[in-house]
């Protein structure tokens, strides 16, 4: 299975700063790599895609990089409401896997 | 509005059984491969099954294969997960997504499985 390393665990931050998350997979996954955003006590929801694609509706403050075995998830202008979990995923192969998560707070 | 609405969860002795169901609505269910996605308390997310869209289709990871089997009806626009041999490690919250291409675009709320004697 491809292992998915997040970094770092958990990130406290100010409003309106930038935020970077990594995400590192044990092999090339060739940009076959989403983001989610998990608010507290609700489902995920789909923010990125293919590394660096913004699902609809998302705001352009989050993006997306990456390739080869390195991605990355940028956050720019800290709102308060991007306190949240976030998960990377690999979906280049089975079984699809997920990250451990980088939980976000307000400093 | 998309919606994804799971049912069926509860607390199951070790061995048994429990099937899921997941009602879909607000989109055409027939055109879209569907998962189950399952998260253990406090911990991340794990890939569970996939359907294809039409149902001839099915991939499950190695923990589950051979216990699980997710399924569909298409004229009802509902997803199912029939859970057998059920295992202290399955306890999880359980969540219905709508996939598009390979990642999941809509999700459910979820519905909690616990596995204990």
């Known amino acids: ?107 | 509005e998309v919606q994804l609405v799971e049912s069926g969860g509860g607390l199951v002795q070790p061995g048994r059984s429990l099937k899921l169901s997941c009602a879909a609505s607000g989109f055409t269910f027939s055109d879209y491969n569907m998962a189950w996605v399952r998260q253990a308390p406090k911990k991340g997310l794990e890939w569970v099954a996939t359907i294809s869209y039409d149902g001839s289709s099915t991939y499950y990871r190695d923990s589950v294969k051979g216990r699980f089997t997710i399924s569909r009806d298409n004229a009802k626009s509902t997803l199912y997960l029939q859970m057998d041999s059920l295992r202290s490690e399955d306890t999880a919250t359980y969540y219905c997504a709508r996939q598009d291409g390979y990642t999941f675009d809509y999700w459910g709320q979820g519905v909690m499985v616990t596995v204990s004697s």
């Open chain 1, 1 to 107: 299975d491809i292992q998915m390393t997040q970094s770092p665990a958990s990130l406290s931050a100010s409003l309106g700063e930038t935020v970077t998350i990594e995400c590192r997979a044990s092999e090339d996954i060739y940009n076959g790599l989403a983001w989610y955003q998990q608010k507290p006590g609700k489902s995920p929801q789909l923010l990125i895609y293919n590394a660096n694609s913004l699902h609809t509706g998302v705001p352009s403050r989050f993006s997306g990089s990456g390739s080869g075995t390195q991605y990355s998830l940028k956050i720019n202008s800290l709102q308060s409401e991007d306190v949240a979990s976030y998960f990377c995923q690999q979906y280049y192969d089975y079984p699809w896997t997920f990250g451990g998560g980088t939980k976000l707070e307000l400093k």
